[in-house]
């Protein structure tokens, strides 16, 4: 699901913790991510839930959606994942993946693998970046 507020965590974790439409309690899981849309969009905060069929939500700002996935280029980080910090980190991915040759999309993903009461300094934050152009070969 994907919202965008500053509530975003309780929304959604309401959500997996059962306040959806069949009251179905779902695992929580990581990372929660936050897309950056290269546009100045608004920032949408998504979990990942292990659903063949998932709920519908009550709440009409949280949406269930499928990703395809793709490959995508990623920069590990630690601290607090500040959207100034990974604008930074996503700035300097996008500089190495043009110099090698890539085509990254616009935006990035900031992807968060720690509860926020982990001291910073432990944190594991991932900036991640879409390469549509990118195929694996068997070369």
């Known amino acids: 699901g ?7 965590f309780q929304i959604l974790a309401g959500y997996i913790f059962g306040s959806n439409s069949s009251s ?5 899981t990581t990372p929660v991510f936050m897309t950056e849309p290269a546009q100045g969009g608004g920032r949408k905060m998504q979990f ?12 009409p700002t949280i949406s269930v ?3 395809d996935g793709g490959f995508y280029a990623a920069k590990k980080f630690s601290g ?30 900031v992807a968060r693998y720690n509860d926020p009461s982990t001291n910073a300094f432990l944190r594991r934050n991932e900036v991640l970046i ?9 070369k």
């Open 2 to 8: 994907a919202v965008a507020s500053p509530k975003a």
């Open 24 to 28: 179905t309690k779902m695992a929580m």
């Open 48 to 59: 990942m839930v292990d659903a063949s069929q998932p709920p519908a939500p009550l709440d």
């Open 65 to 67: 959606r499928t990703h």
């Open 80 to 109: 607090v994942a500040t959207p100034e910090t990974a604008n930074d980190m996503a700035t300097d991915l996008r500089n190495l993946l043009i110099l090698d040759g890539l085509e990254p999309a616009d935006g990035h993903v």
């Open 130 to 138: 879409y390469v549509p152009t990118f195929t694996l070969s068997n």
